[in-house]
Nanobody, 123 residues
Framework: VQLQASGGGLVQTGESLRLSCAPS??????MGWFRQAPGKEREFVAA????????YYADSLKGRFTASRDNAENTVTLQMSSLKPEDTAVYYC???????????????????WGQGTQVTVSS
């Protein structure tokens, strides 16, 4: 499975961005979003199960970030609003095989990773 995250860029505080991830092949993967800022560990952002019926968010991001997916288009989206400078990071999408036991907020529970897209929020 190849993943390609896109949609990152430079925005100002309070603005929004929409990240997309298009896994190749079938759509029956659980999908997660993680981010890593310079000098910091990779952290969980959001996740959505293979059918789109379950969504999870980091507590600190609830209400600002929304994960969704369109399995017909085989696309996963992370809508980010009210962005803050501390949201600056490289954002990664990741895929977990549907059949596995899935701990959505643990990065080592994902089987495939995209290259990441840079999000920079200026103050």
């Amino acid at each position: 499975v190849q993943l390609q995250a896109s949609g990152g860029g430079l925005v100002q505080t309070g603005e929004s961005l929409r990240l997309s991830c298009a896994p190749s092949g079938r759509s029956n993967y659980h999908m997660g979003w993680f981010r890593q800022a310079p000098g910091k560990e990779r952290e969980f952002v959001a996740a959505i199960n293979w059918s789109g019926t379950l969504r999870y968010y980091a507590d600190s991001l609830k209400g600002r970030f929304t994960a969704s997916r369109d399995n017909a288009e085989n696309t996963v989206t992370l809508q980010m609003s009210s962005l803050k400078p501390e949201d600056t990071a490289v954002y990664y999408c990741a895929a977990a095989i549907r059949s596995r036991t899935w701990y959505h907020d643990e990065w080592n529970n994902y089987d495939y990773w995209g290259q990441g897209t840079q999000v920079t929020v200026s103050s």
